[in-house]
């Protein structure tokens, strides 16, 4: 069963602008995790934010967490054709568990050189 | 570090031949799972392993065999390939239980079933 909606499903913008991906989800987490995946290549963990947590820096990378609002969002600045990729949320349910993880349906981002 | 070694990268099946898609790590990981990507469905688990000679099923298990005979390998069986399982297969892996930490992947195996 899916717990993340990714928004916007398709994304392209100019080097050096900012992207910002939106997570929602239905049910209560103990953390939200966000993966980016190269195409042909396997998900590559980014940052995760816990359910205490309201905001969470990595680098050019900046996640939000509203859990009142069951939604999370990845803003990476400064873009680079580099960050070309597909970036996924993903859910752990308060009730814990890795086999709980539940992965939305992706963003698909296209950073122009 | 390899991390999470799958092979093959690609499978061409014919409706009814059975394979095996090989997973191994080498963080010494207990946890490991198997899941399937499709397009606009995001990643669904097949089946999930807590430790060598546990396992367990996941979300879309049907069709699918695991065993977990050592800490490093977690491989999947197709018994019997329908075109429905036509999908990009990954193996993941983790040391903690809970969820608290960062799932480890694979490459995958991009399987088709004619």
């Known amino acids: 069963s899916q717990q993340g909606e990714e928004d916007p499903q398709a994304l392209s913008i100019q080097e050096g602008e900012n992207a910002t991906m939106n997570c929602s989800y239905k049910t209560s987490i103990n953390n939200l995790q966000w993966y980016r995946q190269n195409s042909g290549r396997g998900l590559v963990h980014l940052i995760l934010?816990?359910?205490?947590?309201r905001e969470k820096h990595s680098g050019r990378l900046r996640v939000t967490l509203d859990t009142s609002k069951k939604s999370s969002s990845l803003l990476i600045t400064a873009s680079r054709a580099a960050d070309t990729a597909s970036y996924f949320c993903a859910t752990v349910p308060n009730s814990g568990g890795y086999q709980k993880v539940t992965f939305g349906t992706g963003t698909k981002l296209q950073v122009i050189p | 570090n390899a991390g999470v070694t799958q092979t093959p990268k690609f499978q061409v099946l014919k409706t009814g031949q059975s394979m095996t898609l090989q997973c191994a790590q080498d963080m010494n990981h207990e946890y490991m799972s198997w899941y399937r990507q499709d397009p606009g469905m995001g990643l669904r688990l097949i089946h999930y392993?807590?430790?060598?000679?546990?396992?367990d099923q996941g979300e879309v298990p049907n069709g699918y065999n695991v065993s977990r005979s050592t800490t490093e390998d977690f491989p999947l069986r197709l018994l019997s390939a329908a075109p429905s399982q036509t999908s990009v297969y990954f193996c993941?892996?983790?040391?903690?239980?809970?969820?608290?930490?960062?799932?480890?992947f694979g490459n995958g195996t991009r399987l088709t079933v004619t």
């Open positions: 934010i816990r359910s205490n947590e």
């Open positions: 993941a892996s983790t040391w903690d239980r809970t969820g608290a930490s960062p799932l480890h």
């Open positions: 392993s807590v430790g060598a000679g546990i396992t």
